[in-house]
């Protein structure tokens, strides 16, 4: 990791905090598979759109390592990271094709929209449309589950919040690096500030563009960020 730390020093990018946004998301585009897998060949990989809360349509992609599975085959709800800001269908396409691969499981990806032109909650509430739109198409008992990294694994936790309080059922949730606490006063948070690939400049970055986010995580608004919630089942 030290060495990887310091080749990325040495090609001197610039990070995403100081670029405007469509550089920013550009740049992020452009390196995102650079460590990743080759993308791996799959029997299915389709586009296709689910119907966002207010009707706008969103591209979601499709992986299946075998077509003609023996219905019910699980399927996982996958929410690309990225700080809300950056990221896209692309940018963690070879990620879902290997978790396909690997797990047998049919992947669905969601590129849910973006702030600053799309401001907290709306990606929250894109995921939650598709999770509910996967739940109510899929055949009866398919076992479903929910993952994502970074800003993805946070809105995957909190999808898998109110699932749990809703009754929906879940077989797991796949959580990456996601972030889960409202406050960063954490002493690793202060320790790996700056030199380890995600800075806090970064993240300050990403959470001052999403603007009401950065008031909500203030608060006891557990659709930001859902740590430190209380292990209950809904009544």
Do not use: K, N
């Not at 706008?56 to 929410?79: D, E, V």
């Not at 739940?135 to 990294?149: E, I, K, M, Q, R």
């Not at 999808?159 to 960063?184: E, K, M, S």
């Not at 690793?188 to 986010?213: C, K, N, P, V």
């Amino acid at each position: 990791m030290a060495a990887l730390l310091e080749r990325i020093r040495r090609a001197a990018r610039p990070p995403l905090h100081a670029l405007p946004v469509v550089q920013a998301r550009a740049a992020y585009e452009a390196g995102a598979e650079v460590l990743d897998l080759p993308r791996a060949p799959l029997a299915e990989v389709a586009d296709f759109e689910i119907a966002a809360t207010d009707g706008t349509p969103l591209r979601a992609r499709r992986y299946a390592a075998q077509t003609g599975q023996p219905a019910p085959t699980p399927t996982l709800l996958y929410l690309h990271g990225g700080g809300f800001v950056v990221g896209s269908l692309e940018t963690h396409d070879s990620l879902c094709r290997q978790l396909a691969l690997r797990s047998g499981w049919v992947v669905v990806a969601l590129d849910y929209r973006l702030a600053p032109e799309h401001r907290f909650p709306t990606a929250v509430d894109d995921a939650w449309a598709a999770m509910v739109a996967l739940a109510t198409s899929l055949p009866a008992g398919t076992p479903l589950a929910v993952g994502g990294d970074s800003a993805g694994g946070t809105l995957a936790a909190v999808c898998a919040l109110h699932a749990r309080d809703i009754g929906l059922p879940l077989v797991l949730q796949l959580l990456i690096t996601p972030g889960t606490a409202a406050r960063g006063e954490t002493a690793s948070r202060r320790l790996y500030s700056q030199g380890f690939l995600l800075e806090q400049a970064s993240i300050d970055w990403s959470l001052a563009i999403t603007s009401t986010m950065a008031a909500a995580t203030t608060g006891a608004s557990r659709r930001s960020r859902p740590t430190r919630t209380a292990s209950r089942r809904p009544a």
